[in-house]
């Protein structure tokens, strides 16, 4: 199946039409999948039962809005009776007894879940290059990273595999993949889908969002997945609109505000220029553009690693050789269980980040970084709300680089962080966010980041219509996969 060409809805209609039964669909991607992977590894996880799962849709009709849809689901969504392993040795053999809430709804509208995709471990990183099970590739250029931690779901979807993917979004996750892979991702306002049955690694910052090459398929994907859920009290009531429903790209009046911050010195010259562009193209649709300022926007990398980091040092404190996962050998005492298991089972980046949430949350330091912190982290909130209080929407670029090479940054800790700087601000305010494609930068794709307002993700997927519209970048196909890199 060539999923470049094709949306979930001309899919939904040969389904409908009986041209292509879901079976033939579902064969089709495997095979697809089966014979890019030796190059994208953007799979931890093929599900060997997917075509049995499409037979059952067939036998029941192509009723539900995702009926027969192969989508592929990030590895850090539990997946009953589908190994789940959040990219960890810890975890390389877990076996979720349930399935995650937002599972549940895809399988309810009748998608089929494909398989389990490549990240960072437990999301932690930049690159795919910290999953234990090896990195991903970028598309466009095997020699690049695809971004993270939702690489292997952007190098699916870039490629063809899939034509969505669920991937989650803690500092930027799904934002900076979906940028340097040239497709669409968004990150829902907190609270708008549950995480039921999402590996927590921060949980104040975690939401989970929808990655596809045109803006329509993802809005019919969130549509389907967000909502209240009783298993999580910090899940939103707010009714759910049908986003693709709805979707308009009239900007005629629309406000956009642009930080000064957003344009980061050490920006990629060719990324100012697509942003700029971009923003040209709005004004010409009839939306006014004008610069704002977020000063605390300086403060946000810092702020982000330490609440992350301690969220994430308490979370991943159950992960200790004696429930489920990895389990040290040849050890003595139940202290050495401990150790050993989480030693040998994590890898380096998931440690530095415990160690720095630990020792932010001890009672030494605590008053001087994690309060700090989050005390920063309210100063944040509110300049951001006070910008939408003028504007309906906040733009920028979602990264200040196009992708870099495998290995690049990956002994450079600090220099992998500031990856996310653009991103982070959506994650610490909580607000809805998007990368639509915006142009090339060296022959790599660049993203535009579109920030709304809270539970505005409408806003944010017509104004990322719009600019699909008009420059059309779905039609592009990565140079790697055309054979010229």
């Known amino acids: 199946m060539d999923y470049m060409k094709e949306t979930i ?3 939904h209609q040969k389904l409908a039409d009986k041209e ?9 991607t495997l095979d697809d999948i089966n014979a890019k992977e030796d190059k994208l590894n953007a799979f931890i996880t093929v599900n060997d039962k997917a075509v049995d799962d499409a037979k059952k849709v067939d036998e029941k009709g192509i009723n539900g809005r995702l009926a027969g849809i192969p989508i592929a689901i990030k590895d850090n969504i539990v997946t009953n009776g589908i190994k789940t392993t959040a990219a960890s040795k810890i975890l390389y053999n877990f076996m979720p007894v349930y399935s995650a809430t937002v599972l549940e709804k895809l399988e309810n509208a009748g998608a089929i879940d494909i398989g389990k995709t490549n990240l960072d471990e437990f999301a932690m990183g930049s690159s795919t290059e910290t999953s234990h099970f090896g990195t991903s590739k970028n598309p466009w250029d095997f020699s690049r990273v695809p971004g993270g931690s939702s690489g292997g779901s952007a190098a699916a979807v870039a ?21 340097f892979n040239g497709i669409f991702g968004i990150k829902p306002t907190y609270g708008r889908v549950s995480r039921w049955g999402v590996i927590a690694f921060a949980s104040s910052l975690d939401q989970v969002g929808v990655m596809s090459k045109r803006v329509e398929d993802s809005a019919e994907v969130l549509s389907v997945i967000a909502g209240h859920d009783d298993h999580d009290s910090t899940s939103s009531e707010k009714e759910v609109p049908d986003y693709r429903a709805n979707l308009n790209k009239d900007m005629i ?3 956009i505000a642009v930080p000064k911050e957003f344009y980061h010195e050490g920006t990629h010259k060719d990324i100012l220029d697509s942003v700029n562009k971009a923003l040209e193209a709005y004004k010409k649709m009839g939306a006014t553009v004008e610069e704002v300022s977020l000063p605390s926007l300086k403060h946000a990398v810092e702020v982000y690693y330490v609440l ?6 308490s979370n991943l404190q159950r992960y200790d050789g004696v429930r489920y996962g990895y389990r040290a050998k040849d ?12 030693s040998e089972g994590f890898g380096d980046e998931v440690k530095r980040r415990i160690m720095l949430g630990t020792f932010a949350l001890s009672a030494g330091a605590y008053d001087a970084y994690f309060k700090k912190a989050a005390q920063v982290r309210t100063i944040f909130i509110n300049e951001m709300s006070n910008v939408l209080k003028d504007y309906d929407l906040i733009m920028g670029p979602s990264t200040t ?15 992998m962080y500031m990856n996310d700087i653009l991103t982070i601000p959506a994650n610490l305010a909580g607000l809805p966010a998007a990368s639509v494609p915006a142009g090339l930068a ?10 709304g307002k809270p539970f505005a993700e409408q806003d944010v997927f017509n104004a990322a219509y719009a600019l699909q519209e008009e420059n059309k970048f779905y039609e592009q196909i990565p140079t790697a996969l055309k054979g010229e890199d």
């Open 308 to 313: 992350a980091s301690s969220e994430a040092s």
């Open 159 to 179: 490629s063809g595999e899939v034509v969505a993917a669920l991937g989650t979004d803690t500092g930027g996750s799904i934002r900076q993949p979906a940028a």
């Open 20 to 28: 292509l039964t879901a079976q033939d669909l579902t064969q089709q």
């Open 442 to 451: 060296d022959g790599m794709p660049v993203g535009l980041q579109i920030i």
């Open 331 to 342: 050890v003595k005492n139940i202290k050495d269980l401990f150790v050993n298991s989480r």
């Open 9 to 11: 809805n001309s899919l």
């Open 401 to 415: 680089t196009p992708a870099f090479k495998i290995g690049e940054k990956v002994d450079d800790p600090l220099a």
């Open 253 to 255: 009046g629309v406000k």
